[in-house]
T-cell receptor
Framework: EAGVTQSPTHLIKTRGQQATLRCSPI?????VYWYQQALGLGLQFLLW???????NRGNFPPRFSGRQFPNYSSELNVNALELEDSALYLC?????????FGPGTRLLVL | KQEVTQIPAALSVPEGENLVLNCSFT??????LQWFRQDPGKGLTSLLL?????REQTSGRLNASLDKSSGRSTLYIAASQPGDSATYLC????????????FGTGTRLTIIP
């Protein structure tokens, strides 16, 4: 069974640009979660989507947004990139309680 | 607001030793607690999930315990191996319907051959 996949693995952008990160959940999982792991700050919850709807949002500005498609895959969009957005962005999916994580997208903002 | 703390931040032990990693949380009203491992530059691998009604869970050489009243969880690793070297994270989920996980800052474990 394929795990959670994320693309791209690495992304380099400059300040002010937009970044789009993608996530495909495990087959049968309807919930997708996004987390940010910035250096020295630990893992922070960003967004939770379930059945196409945003269910919960972490303490991040509105320029962090996303969506979930009918096939349950998800996109995370970060607008007006700032240097401090450089981080590993992890996606997870779940069917019940356990969240299964993908390998992450490492975003570098220059 | 839930806060999750893991002490120590780093730990080095010789191969073969048993060890305990600690996790504490400030809000005891949790739904479950999960332990993950993270290898450098990689995503997270789920190790164990303990429901709030449970006291412990075991998987192979790993045993996780949960004491909600004291706000603590421990991860016990028996007969440590160099392959156990990784960062170990605990995460608390508050309720069903609020599925975000609140993570600790992790313990970086090094097993010395």
């Amino acid at each position: 069974e394929a795990g959670v996949t994320q693309s791209p693995t690495h992304l380099i952008k400059t300040r002010g640009q937009q970044a789009t990160l993608r996530c495909s959940p495990i087959s049968g999982h309807t919930s997708v979660y996004w987390y940010q792991q910035a250096l020295g700050l630990g893992l922070q919850f960003l967004l939770w989507y379930d059945e196409g709807e945003e269910r919960n949002r972490g303490n991040f500005p509105p320029r962090f947004s996303g969506r979930q498609f009918p096939n349950y895959s998800s996109e995370l969009n970060v607008n007006a990139l700032e240097l401090e957005d450089s981080a590993l962005y992890l996606c997870a999916s779940s069917f019940r309680e356990t969240q299964y994580f993908g390998p992450g997208t490492r975003l570098l903002v220059l | 607001k839930q806060e999750v703390t893991q002490i120590p931040a780093a730990l080095s032990v010789p191969e073969g030793e048993n060890l305990v990693l600690n996790c504490s949380f400030t809000d005891s009203a949790i739904y479950n607690l999960q332990w993950f491992r993270q290898d450098p530059g990689k995503g997270l691998t789920s190790l164990l999930l303990i429901q709030s009604s449970q006291r412990e869970q075991t998987s192979g050489r790993l045993n996780a315990s949960l004491d909600k009243s004291s706000g603590r969880s421990t991860l016990y690793i028996a007969a440590s191996q160099p392959g156990d070297s990784a960062t170990y994270l605990c995460a608390a989920q508050k309720t069903v319907g609020n599925e975000k996980l609140t993570f600790g800052t992790g313990t970086r474990l090094t097993i010395i051959p």
